[in-house]
């Protein structure tokens, strides 16, 4: 027997929705509110933002395109600090910006983009292509996915021409070297075109975009394995990342999917690559984060879901009614031999309001990876009924569970966020934050206060780093691993620089384990040291 089905639609919305939405609100307003609420109590923290201005504002055409827009930290001219891209809406210029001066400042036509009056930008990834030194930038848009060049004083721009199916919009890029040659490889996650979604609680059936992986010929060319690979199917996709999940120095794969699970594949070095198990059932995946929350030395997954936004009744959609379903978040605890167990509830993470892209990392520096959460949604049918929440900063106690601090930390976001970035965008060595807002003016956070020692250590943003395993071990024995990936988020792009904290320690040993076999090994690094490690021999 199948559920009711309540189509929540993207280019028309449902008249059904909005009066479910709205008769709730009406016939209990306080209640449809308190329904809502996530019921989290704020952690202490010595944890301060100060905000400043970031002039971009993001032009959403919410009838029009998809609800997404990229952002990514790109080190565009080689300073060993970050920039911030922002990608514009139909019709609207994408843009980069740099901290100085106490404010993000465009860097103006130099560093334009070319770009089509029609045109959106959904997703961003960045790397050195062509490993000349500057970092390169790939972008998804409705025109397809386009790799701009970093040429020194700005950007030449290519639309790649992947071999897209005709219903299929690109959301994301995840970046990874599937075959180790040295080449960057793409798995593009596609999504209906805004003009043909019919629905967003569409679990069965052949319904959505296609998802590519494309293996890059040596050339920076592309050609689709997507099917000799095992990963090729017919569902709308948010993200995906290449994560190693088992240290066996390769590029494995993780895939959220919308109206879905996640899937996760195994790289055993050739084709097809091992699927997985895991413990999600249909749900809404939709950002990936990727950390050693528990510092044994695995990588962890955290998902963010649609949460207790709305009655699930009204989420299930075609499910029959004896089916699976999960509307809170998820952290797959990594227990070593390709196996996961979901300890959301445990560490206080699964019950979190409507999010998008996650991301881990150590924002008071004590040595325990901390987790970031964008929310509320510009799209949902009768929203000005919904509550509308902070965006979470959720910081890791010693007990290894988590609690919301951003009110306490100055660093509230109730608007409508697609992905935060972290970097150190004025280089003091503390984690800074910027929220990429959809149909509104971008949030950006810099670190007020020293909450702990750092270390920080930069591989070149090259492919030759793409996978390599980083861990800083101080003198009390503790140790921390993280990896270098791409894409973490959603349609964003983190700091290619690691921030590792180093709570009340003063030293450390790093050492870093690349793909193509090379190890680098720096003793006794000190607190506020900046350390470069490359993979060449």
Not at 321 to 334: C, I, K, Q, R, T
Not at 471 to 499: C, H, N, W, Y
Request: proline share 3%.
């Amino acid at each position: 027997m199948r559920a009711r089905v309540f189509i929540i639609g993207f280019g028309c919305v449902s008249l059904i929705a909005i009066g479910v939405v709205a008769g709730l609100a009406a016939t209990g307003g306080a209640a449809f509110r308190l329904w809502q609420l996530e019921w989290k109590k704020q952690g202490e923290t010595e944890l301060r933002f100060v905000e400043v201005s970031l002039p971009f504002t993001h032009e959403a055409d919410l009838e029009k395109s998809l609800p997404f827009m990229a952002a990514a930290a790109i080190d565009v001219d080689g300073d060993g600090v970050d920039e911030i891209f922002m990608g514009g809406g139909k019709g609207q210029a994408d843009a980069i910006f740099g901290y100085e001066g106490g404010a993000f400042r465009s860097l103006g036509a130099g560093y334009s983009f070319e770009k089509g009056d029609a045109d959106a930008t959904h997703g961003a990834a960045s790397i050195d292509v062509d490993s000349d030194g500057r970092v390169d930038l790939f972008v998804a848009r409705e025109s397809g996915v386009w790799l701009h060049m970093n040429v020194g004083n700005g950007f030449t721009s290519q639309n790649l021409n992947l071999p897209l199916a005709d219903n299929t919009t690109p959301l994301s890029i995840a970046l990874g070297d599937v075959n180790k040659d040295g080449a960057v490889d793409l798995y593009i996650s596609g999504y209906l075109k805004n003009e043909l979604v019919e629905g967003q609680t569409i679990f069965t059936g052949d319904y959505g975009g296609y998802s590519y992986l494309f293996i890059n010929r040596g050339d920076n060319t592309w050609r689709d394995v997507s099917k000799q690979a095992g990963v090729w199917r017919q569902h709308n996709t948010f993200t995906a990342m290449f994560v190693d999940i088992d240290n066996d120095m390769d590029s494995d794969l993780v895939i959220a999917q919308d109206t879905g699970v996640v899937e996760i594949y195994d790289n055993t070095g050739a084709f097809p690559m091992r699927r997985v198990d895991n413990p999600s059932v249909n749900s809404y995946p939709m950002g990936i984060a990727a950390g050693d929350y528990d510092n044994d030395g695995l990588i962890d997954f955290y998902f963010s879901n649609v949460g207790h936004t709305m009655p699930e009744a009204m989420l299930r959609g075609d499910l029959d009614e004896d089916a699976p379903f999960n509307a809170s978040y998820v952290l797959f605890e990594n227990q070593g031999d390709r196996e996961f167990v979901d300890v959301a509830k445990q560490t206080r993470t699964a019950r979190i309001g409507f999010g998008w892209g996650v991301v881990f990392a150590d924002m008071n520096l004590d040595g325990r990876e901390d987790l970031l959460a964008a929310q509320n949604y510009a799209r949902f049918p009768g929203k000005e009924f919904l509550h509308k929440y902070t965006c979470k900063i959720m910081l890791q106690y010693p007990d290894g569970k988590f609690m919301p601090v951003e009110k306490r930390a100055g660093a509230v976001n109730r608007n409508y966020a697609v992905a935060p970035v972290v970097s150190d965008f004025n280089d003091d060595g503390r984690p800074d934050l910027v929220w990429a807002n959809i149909g509104g003016t971008a949030k950006a956070f810099i670190s007020g206060v020293d909450t702990g020692n750092w270390l920080k250590v930069r591989l070149p943003d090259t492919t030759a780093s793409l996978g390599a395993i980083v861990t800083v071990t101080t003198p009390d024995g503790m140790v921390r691993t993280k990896q270098f990936t791409a894409s973490q988020g959603l349609g964003s792009d983190q700091s290619a620089e690691m921030i590792f904290g180093l709570g009340e320690a003063s030293e450390a040993t790093v050492e870093a384990r690349f793909q193509n076999g090379v190890v680098k090994r720096h003793d006794s690094a000190t607190a506020g040291e900046r350390i470069a490690m490359k993979a060449s021999r």
